[in-house]
């Protein structure tokens, strides 16, 4: 390490609890990265024009939001950067081909705790079933009326698991422990899934037979709104419908009818197609402008969190690490 140059890199989209992280990853890894790396933190997100920041730096860190197409792959590669290490699995938000022509070498944290996720999955599941958000209010405010408040017993139901990889194996294995039956689709078969008895469908008979639609597949071209219309039809009246995965799987145009003529009777996001222009930041004193986001947040029966899946003191804390040794090992790249 003493020989090697040591890294001069800019993290962009930085909040305060990504700053501690950092810096005690740095220093409690072993040994230290503190004389190999040198992290500036940046509140903005990284983008064509942000991308300028960085004459002087070799590395990049950037996260689920920051936009890094062709454009801003071209700026970074102006200021010399070598190398984006990407603090998220997903890697949809990056131009890989542009980012490959440049020659710079893009890593990702491809599994970091899946269990967090998928519990906050859960979450969503059980919140939107039973109510709990409501409840909490009413009795704070004396009121112990059950009326509106019924929900369904999970137990021998039938929930449909889309995409079954880390994440998605982790929701198998906790609905498991509630007695569901458990459908689920993937283009790559995982034997952990049926080892946890999920049974392989068809997307057609997934969405046809289950009560609850849950979402844990990557954004690509043959996932993108892959909940729209069409498949919602296919659906049962009354679906629950949880998206923890990316906005882009989602036509909000659609689910937005879908709620309206009651298809869909429970709606649970932590991810929005524009996130990018909302969440990880205080909007409270501002006037959104993105109105089907705005009419989603009016539904009695949505529950919206903001990109919050993976937010816990396990997850952050493994996140840079694996970004760290990623940057000085240069391991997790992504390929195409
Ligand atoms: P993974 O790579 O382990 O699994 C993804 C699975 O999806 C794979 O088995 C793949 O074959 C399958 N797949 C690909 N295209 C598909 C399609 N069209 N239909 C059905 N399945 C398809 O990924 P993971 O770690 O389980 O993560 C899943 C997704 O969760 C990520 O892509 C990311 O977008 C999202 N995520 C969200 C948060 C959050 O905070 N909300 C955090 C981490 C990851």
Redesign the pocket.
Known sequence: MENKERLNVACFSTQDYDKAVFEKAINSAEPPYADSVAITYLSHRLTASTARLCEGYNVVIAF?NDDISAATVKALAHCNVKHIALR???F?NVDINAAHEHGIQVSRV???S?E??AE??IALILTLNRQTHKAYNRVREGNFALSGLMGFTLHNKTVGV?????????VIRILSGFGCRILC????K?HDAMDLGAQYVD?ETLFAESIIVS??????E??HH?INSESLHKMQDGVMLIN???GG?VDDKAIIDGLKSKKIGYLGL??YERESELFFTDHSQDIIQDDNFQRLTTFPNVLITG?????TAE?LSEIAQVTLANIVNKTNIVTL
Not at 162 to 170: E, F, L, N, Q, R
């Open positions: 689920v998220c699995a997903g949809n491809p599994a970091y899946p967090t996720v906050h999955t889309v995409g079954t990889g880390k994440i998605g194996c982790s689709y993937d283009p790559n995982n997307l979402l844990h597949c990557p954004l690509n043959s996932s892959m923890t995965s990316r799987l932590d991810v990109h919050q899946g993976f937010f997850a």
